[in-house]
């Protein structure tokens, strides 16, 4: 079983900034990828970013693109989703997931809430 926690959602003005971070915890587990996800009121979960574990190499959604980034420390097993230039469509709930082996993701997070309002 692994944990993850995430931290750093919180209510923002547009064109702000956030960083969230996600922490993996549990006993003799392995990272393939980690990613972020995220739900708005009323619409599905949808992918906003992912990142190689052992790569560092990150993806993206569109809507995202240019004002997100992620990177990971591999001994913290701790993955940040750095979010610039923030828009109220960006408000939502985001979730970690980390995918032990394979394209799935395996563990899932409880979600941090990000509000971008004025």
């Known amino acids: 079983q692994v944990q993850l926690v995430e931290s750093g959602g919180g209510l923002v003005h547009p064109g702000g900034s956030l960083r969230l971070s996600c922490v993996a915890s549990g006993r003799s587990f392995s990272i393939n990828r980690m990613g972020w996800f995220r739900q708005a009121p009323g619409k599905e979960r949808e992918f906003v970013a992912n990142?190689?574990?052992?790569?560092?190499?990150?993806a993206f959604a569109d809507s995202v693109k240019g004002r997100f980034t992620i990177f990971r420390d591999t001994v913290k097993n701790t993955v940040y989703l750095q979010m610039n230039n923030l828009k109220p469509e960006d408000t939502a709930v985001y979730y970690c997931?980390?995918?032990?082996?394979?394209?799935?993701?395996?563990?899932w997070g409880k979600g941090t809430q990000v509000t971008v309002s004025s």
């Open positions: 997931a980390l995918s032990r082996i394979g394209p799935g993701y395996d563990d």
């Open positions: 990142i190689g574990w052992h790569s560092g190499m990150g």
